[in-house]
């Protein structure tokens, strides 16, 4: 397909954490959709997580329990959305943590989405120009971008768009098809069929519902001892993510390594 024929949707989430599958959900979704012969559309909504936003997370993007707090939430608006995603290019800058947020909401909420594909604009950059890093705001400060709200999503959907009409100038746009981006790709961002797959039912269940729930943890030399925990949310350091949550033995806030919870058990045995 060439780009000139393409729907194009620019895309950009801000969560509440890190990781869907522990249990994070989207607070904002930017949008900016391109259709051929039609002039851009751009929407912006706050969704209510269902949960406190995490004050790591309010210091990035600046969005408060009270932003949200009557907000739909994201159930109300997946049709929408969904309509807009459909035989659609998303596009986004790091696109992996978008779609992988966006299909957990929409796997939530019992709505199948399928886009044409997706096109991630920090890989795109780091194969065109040489810049000191990938991230999107020394992008568009090194190239001139007017980018005057920082991880707010509808102004890094905007930003990322600016970034890839560049990148598209830069290319040569008259002629220039779809495959011609994917194949500067160094993995290619798919949109996943099955989110929910990526933790075993019943923790996955926890940490979308907030239910105490037990598991057997093994710590670094090997042992291990039954907990009761509230999973809260997650986060990466280095190779490994680690879930935050309340164990009811401490009774205080713990933080367990993921790789480590070895079993998962009907919390009325334990």
């Given amino acids: 397909m060439q780009l000139k024929d393409a729907k194009l949707v620019f895309v950009d989430v801000e969560t509440t954490g890190l990781s869907p599958a522990m249990g994070d959900r989207i607070v904002e979704m ?18 209510n ?22 907000a739909p939430r994201f159930e109300a608006v997946a049709q929408t959305v969904g309509g807009l995603f459909g035989n659609a290019w998303l596009v986004g800058h790091n696109i992996r943590f978008d779609i992988g947020f966006l299909s957990m909401e929409f ?15 920090c890989q795109l950059a780091a194969a065109t120009w040489e810049l000191p890093d990938y991230k999107l705001d020394t992008i568009t400060s090194e190239l001139g971008i ?50 929910q797959t990526t933790l075993p039912g019943p923790l996955y269940d ?8 037990s598991i057997r943890y093994e710590n670094g030399d090997g042992r291990s001892s039954f907990r009761m925990i509230r999973p809260l949310t997650c986060f990466s350091a280095g190779r490994h993510v680690y879930v935050k949550a309340f164990c009811t033995k401490s009774a205080e806030m713990r933080t367990f390594r993921l790789d480590r919870i070895v079993e998962i058990a009907d919390p009325a045995a334990a």
């Avoid at 751009?42 to 969704?47: M, N, V």
């Avoid at 997370?57 to 969005?63: K, L, M």
């Avoid at 796997?107 to 604009?121: H, K, M, W, Y």
Wanted: charged letters at 20%.
């Fill in 206 to 213: 926890a940490v979308t519902s907030g239910q105490l729930i």
């Fill in 146 to 195: 007017m980018h005057p709200a920082k991880h707010r999503a509808l102004d890094d959907a905007v930003a990322t768009r600016e970034v890839f009409k560049m990148l598209v100038g830069e290319l040569g746009e008259a002629g220039l098809i779809v495959a011609d981006l994917q194949s500067m790709h160094r993995y290619q961002p798919q949109w996943p069929t099955h989110p």
């Fill in 30 to 47: 930017g949008l900016v959709v391109c259709e051929p012969g039609q002039r851009p559309r751009q929407a912006s909504q706050f969704i």
């Fill in 107 to 121: 796997a939530i909420a019992g709505f199948r989405v399928e886009p044409a594909g997706c096109l991630d604009t």
């Fill in 49 to 70: 997580p269902d949960r406190p936003i995490p004050g790591d997370a309010r210091s990035v993007h600046g969005i408060t329990d009270a932003d949200v707090a009557n």
